[in-house]
């Protein structure tokens, strides 16, 4: 029986270890998020380990590239209070993918507008899970979130006086986007920077698949340039961010 016990300890040793290696690969050498104003009219938002962006569209109102991990919205809510906003202010809600720290506060926006590719509307609203080897454990359970519209690739959404741009990305989560934003590039969980100044594709265990993930980040970089959307800034979820598109450029051409 005592043999059975410590037999039983050490698999659960193991897999704490294991668990515990897998989610350090996918922080460590991370550049930190910085928080603050990015060219001008974006507030980046720490929210614990990932952040939430405010974007100024004239006439006192804002959208949200994101709504972070806190049901409550704390984070938020102290920023648009320290631009002397409220819930109202909000108009319109981007999501870059469905994964619940990405869509937490969304329903605390009445007034808002979500949007989220096509196929993450229902990961969004917490009607299917996800699909990765970490993400697929988590329990599936309504987030509370009504999407107003599923995006499709290519389009552009004005929303005051910002044109939204929608790039599929998918390989992170199936309906995973990246957005433009007047030279701000929004990726979400599909890259994030390095402390050495590198693009650094999704952590594989919080992805569906890893290799389409790689593929459609390295993409990029051609459909940017048919798209003549030039690049300021590379801004990610989970980490610091980037100037100019040098560095995803750099990430297209490694092996
Ligand atoms: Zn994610």
Same mark, same amino acid.
């Given at each position: 029986?005592?043999?059975?016990?410590?037999?039983?300890?050490?698999?659960?040793?193991?897999?704490?270890?294991?668990?515990?290696?897998?989610?350090?690969?996918?922080?460590?050498?991370?550049?930190?998020?910085?928080?603050?104003?990015?060219?001008?009219?974006?507030?980046?938002?720490?929210?614990?380990?990932?952040? =939430?962006?405010?974007?100024?569209?004239?006439?006192?109102?804002?959208?949200?590239?994101?709504?972070?991990?806190? #049901?409550?919205?704390?984070?938020?809510?102290?920023?648009?209070?320290?631009?002397?906003?409220?819930?109202?202010?909000?108009?319109?809600?981007?999501?870059?993918?469905?994964?619940?720290?990405?869509? =937490?506060?969304?329903?605390?926006?009445?007034?808002?507008?979500?949007?989220?590719?096509?196929?993450?509307?229902?990961?969004?609203?917490?009607?299917?899970?996800?699909?990765?080897?970490?993400?697929?454990?988590?329990?599936? #359970?309504?987030?509370?979130?009504?999407?107003?519209?599923?995006?499709?690739?290519?389009?552009?959404?004005?929303?005051?006086?910002?044109?939204?741009?929608?790039?599929?990305?998918?390989?992170?989560?199936?309906?995973?986007?990246?957005?433009?934003?007047?030279?701000?590039?929004?990726?979400?969980?599909?890259?994030?920077?390095? #402390?050495?100044?590198?693009?650094?594709?999704?952590?594989?265990?919080?992805?569906?698949?890893?290799?389409?993930?790689?593929?459609?980040?390295?993409?990029?970089?051609?459909?940017?340039?048919?798209?003549?959307?030039?690049?300021?800034?590379?801004?990610? =979820?989970?980490?610091?961010?980037?100037?100019?598109?040098?560095?995803?450029?750099?990430?297209?051409?490694?092996?």
């Amino acid at each position: 029986m005592k043999r059975f016990f410590l037999s039983l300890l050490a698999v659960v040793l193991l897999f704490v270890l294991v668990l515990g290696g897998l989610l350090a690969s996918a922080f460590i050498g991370n550049a930190p998020i910085q928080p603050g104003l990015v060219d001008g009219f974006i507030h980046v938002v720490p929210d614990g380990y990932v952040t =939430a962006n405010i974007l100024d569209v004239g006439d006192g109102k804002v959208m949200l590239i994101d709504a972070g991990d806190d #049901k409550a919205g704390k984070a938020i809510l102290a920023e648009l209070a320290a631009l002397h906003l409220d819930v109202h202010a909000v108009v319109a809600i981007f999501l870059t993918h469905g994964h619940r720290d990405h869509v =937490a506060a969304v329903p605390l926006f009445p007034d808002a507008k979500t949007y989220v590719l096509q196929a993450d509307v229902a990961l969004a609203e917490g009607r299917e899970g996800a699909h990765g080897i970490l993400t697929g454990m988590m329990p599936v #359970k309504p987030t509370g979130v009504l999407v107003t519209r599923g995006l499709v690739d290519g389009e552009v959404v004005q929303v005051g006086n910002r044109a939204v741009h929608v790039l599929a990305i998918p390989g992170h989560t199936g309906g995973s986007a990246a957005f433009w934003v007047d030279g701000a590039l929004f990726l979400g969980d599909s890259a994030g920077a390095s #402390k050495d100044g590198k693009v650094r594709p999704a952590p594989k265990v919080f992805s569906d698949s890893a290799e389409q993930n790689r593929a459609s980040v390295k993409a990029l970089p051609a459909r940017l340039a048919a798209a003549h959307l030039p690049v300021k800034t590379l801004i990610f =979820a989970h980490t610091g961010r980037l100037e100019g598109l040098k560095p995803l450029v750099d990430f297209t051409a490694e092996p």
